[in-house]
């Protein structure tokens, strides 16, 4: 039995540290659309009949999204599969990003 726990083991390592390196890629390029002078993030809010459970990547699950929640469409990455990458900066200091349909999403108008 000690020899299928130690693949296990390594299996999910293995899959934990490409996962890892995929979000650090991916706030990487956060980062860097945040502190660019261009305008690679719009403002948006779900839409009052969308469904509050959206896909986490960052969790690798649907995770629920309060009403009125701070939510930044990424201009800069190509749509997957129909969805966009929406930002939220969530709680203090630990972003999330997420895959939402693109028609769930309202733009919000400049004050």
């Excluded at 469904?51 to 990455?77: A, C, Q, T, W």
Aim: charged share 30%.
């Amino acid at each position: 039995m000690a020899p299928l726990m130690e693949i296990r083991e390594a299996m999910v390592a293995e899959e934990n540290e490409k996962t890892a390196e995929y979000l650090e890629k991916l706030f990487s390029k956060l980062q860097e659309t945040l502190m660019s002078s261009e305008d690679d993030l719009k403002q948006v809010i779900l839409k009052k009949d969308a469904p509050k459970f959206h896909f986490s990547i960052n969790d690798r699950m649907y995770v629920e999204i309060k009403s009125g929640s701070d939510l930044y469409l990424m201009k800069s990455k190509e749509p997957k599969e129909g969805k966009v990458y929406v930002f939220s900066p969530w709680h203090w200091n630990s972003g999330r990003v997420f895959l939402i349909l693109e028609e769930h999403l309202v733009d919000l108008e400049p004050n």
